[in-house]
Nanobody, 120 residues
Framework: QVQLVESGGGSVQAGGSLRLSCAASGYAVCMAWFRQAPGKEREGVAAIGRDRYLAYADSVKGRFTISEDNAKNTLYLQIHSLKPEDTAMYYC?????????????????WGQGTQVTVSS
């Protein structure tokens, strides 16, 4: 069983930066970040596999970076050049099957989320 706890969200102005963290316990083959705004579908943001394969949504490429500190068992999402449309609840997810994807159904475990709000 995997437990995930996100942190690092907050309210920032457009153009600002944030680093989200996800503290994980248990074994996961791959992990990812998703986000969901009110009234919108959950959207895959970035994923990382144990083979270091990375996947990013087109909307965040060049601005978001996913990384993992295995010693701390922590997943990160470094965000730069935030836009108002980035406003959402951001969720950490973990899968027990190989293949880093941005498809929600691939992931078994989810954190409670951390809110990111970007003002213009």
């Amino acid at each position: 069983q995997v437990q995930l706890v996100e942190s690092g969200g907050g309210s920032v102005q457009a153009g600002g930066s944030l680093r989200l963290s996800c503290a994980a316990s248990g074994y996961a083959v791959c992990m990812a970040w998703f986000r969901q705004a009110p009234g919108k579908e959950r959207e895959g943001v970035a994923a990382i596999g144990r083979d270091r394969y990375l996947a990013y949504a087109d909307s965040v490429k060049g601005r978001f970076t996913i990384s993992e500190d295995n010693a701390k068992n922590t997943l990160y999402l470094q965000i730069h050049s935030l836009k108002p449309e980035d406003t959402a609840m951001y969720y950490c997810a973990a899968a027990i099957w190989p293949g880093a994807t941005l498809v929600p159904s691939h992931y078994t475990y989810w954190g409670q989320g951390t809110q990111v709000t970007v003002s213009s």
